[in-house]
C-alpha cells in the first residue's frame, strides 16, 4: 500500500475521492496538497516541502497569503510576520556564512538554517511543534564552549569590530525582533515554547559568537565608553 495525497475537503468533493500520489491524470488544475496519510499510519503529515515549478502564481496579490495546512490569511497578520522576521533572521546568517569562518562556526551556522526552517514550519501549520529540547540544548552547548574561551565582560560592548562579527550582532538583533514578534503572536494563538525558548538562546548565541569572531580575526571587543562625546 503507497501514501494518499490529502486535498481540501471541497476538492475532494469535486473529484469524488482521494487521489493516489502518481496516479493523478491530466485534467482540471489541482489546489496545493495538504499532506500525506500514510497507510497503516494514524497520524496526519503535513507536506512541508513543495516542490516548487512555478514562483509566480498570483495567488497573493489580494494581500493574502498560504499557510501550510492550506489556510489563507491577510499578509499584515503577527503570524506571517513572525515567518517573514525568521526568513529575514535565516538570510542574515546566510550573509555572515559567506565571510571566511572558523570551520566549527560554519557548521553550527548552517545547523541553525536548518533549524530555524523547522521553526518557520511550525509557525506555518498553526498547533504544530515540532521542535526539540536538544536543538535548543546544542545551541547551550556551543554557547557554553565559546564563551569558555573569552574573558569575561566587564563592560558594555558595541555591535562592531571585524566585518564577521558586525554581521553577528546584526542577525541577533534579527533574531530579538523575531522572539518578540513570536511573544506577541503566542497571546492570541497556542505556540510551542521551544520555538520562543530556541530563538531567545539562538540571540544569546550570536551575541557570544559576535565576541569571538573578533578574536579569531585579532580584533578584541568595541567597548562602550561611558560620555566619550560629552
Given at each position: 500500500?503507497?501514501?494518499?495525497?490529502?486535498?481540501?475537503?471541497?476538492?475532494?468533493?469535486?473529484?469524488?475521492?482521494?487521489?493516489?500520489?502518481?496516479e493523478?491524470?491530466?485534467g482540471?488544475?489541482?489546489?496545493?496538497?495538504?499532506?500525506?496519510?500514510?497507510?497503516?499510519?494514524?497520524?496526519?503529515?503535513?507536506l512541508?516541502?513543495?516542490?516548487?515549478?512555478?514562483?509566480?502564481?498570483?495567488?497573493?496579490?489580494?494581500?493574502?497569503?498560504?499557510l501550510?495546512?492550506?489556510?489563507?490569511?491577510?499578509?499584515?497578520?503577527p503570524?506571517?510576520?513572525?515567518?517573514?522576521?525568521?526568513?529575514?533572521?535565516?538570510?542574515?546568517i546566510?550573509?555572515?556564512?559567506?565571510?571566511?569562518?572558523p570551520d566549527?562556526?560554519?557548521?553550527?551556522?548552517?545547523?541553525?538554517?536548518?533549524?530555524?526552517?523547522?521553526?518557520?514550519?511550525?509557525?506555518s501549520?498553526?498547533?504544530?511543534?515540532?521542535?526539540?529540547d536538544?536543538?535548543?540544548?546544542?545551541?547551550e552547548?556551543?554557547?557554553?564552549?565559546?564563551?569558555?574561551?573569552?574573558p569575561p565582560?566587564?563592560?558594555?560592548?558595541?555591535?562592531?569590530?571585524?566585518?564577521?562579527?558586525?554581521?553577528?550582532?546584526?542577525?541577533?538583533?534579527?533574531?530579538?525582533?523575531?522572539?518578540?514578534?513570536?511573544?506577541?503572536?503566542?497571546?492570541?494563538?497556542?505556540?510551542?515554547?521551544?520555538?520562543?525558548?530556541?530563538?531567545?538562546?539562538?540571540?544569546?548565541?550570536?551575541?557570544?559568537?559576535?565576541r569571538?569572531?573578533?578574536?579569531?580575526?585579532?580584533?578584541?571587543?568595541?567597548?562602550?565608553?561611558?560620555?566619550?562625546?560629552?
Amino acid at each position: 500500500m503507497g501514501d494518499y495525497v490529502l486535498y481540501s475537503p471541497e476538492w475532494r468533493q469535486a473529484s469524488g475521492r482521494l487521489r493516489r500520489r502518481g496516479e493523478v491524470r491530466p485534467g482540471p488544475s489541482r489546489p496545493r496538497a495538504l499532506g500525506v496519510i500514510h497507510y497503516g499510519a494514524p497520524e496526519f503529515r503535513p507536506l512541508m516541502g513543495h516542490r516548487l515549478s512555478k514562483i509566480t502564481t498570483r495567488t497573493g496579490d489580494g494581500g493574502e497569503t498560504g499557510l501550510g495546512d492550506g489556510s489563507r490569511i491577510h499578509k499584515d497578520s503577527p503570524r506571517v510576520a513572525v515567518l517573514g522576521e525568521v526568513d529575514e533572521l535565516n538570510s542574515g546568517i546566510g550573509v555572515l556564512l559567506a565571510e571566511s569562518l572558523p570551520d566549527r562556526i560554519r557548521e553550527a551556522l548552517e545547523e541553525i538554517q536548518h533549524d530555524l526552517f523547522d521553526l518557520g514550519g511550525d509557525i506555518s501549520i498553526p498547533g504544530r511543534a515540532s521542535m526539540s529540547d536538544a536543538q535548543v540544548k546544542r545551541l547551550e552547548a556551543l554557547l557554553d564552549e565559546l564563551n569558555s574561551t573569552l574573558p569575561p565582560l566587564k563592560e558594555f560592548i558595541l555591535p562592531g569590530g571585524t566585518r564577521a562579527a558586525g554581521l553577528a550582532h546584526l542577525a541577533r538583533t534579527v533574531c530579538r525582533r523575531a522572539e518578540r514578534s513570536l511573544v506577541a503572536l503566542a497571546r492570541s494563538e497556542k505556540i510551542g515554547d521551544v520555538s520562543r525558548i530556541y530563538l531567545n538562546r539562538l540571540s544569546d548565541l550570536l551575541f557570544v559568537l559576535a565576541r569571538a569572531l573578533n578574536r579569531d580575526g585579532g580584533r578584541g571587543d568595541v567597548l562602550w565608553q561611558q560620555g566619550r562625546n560629552r
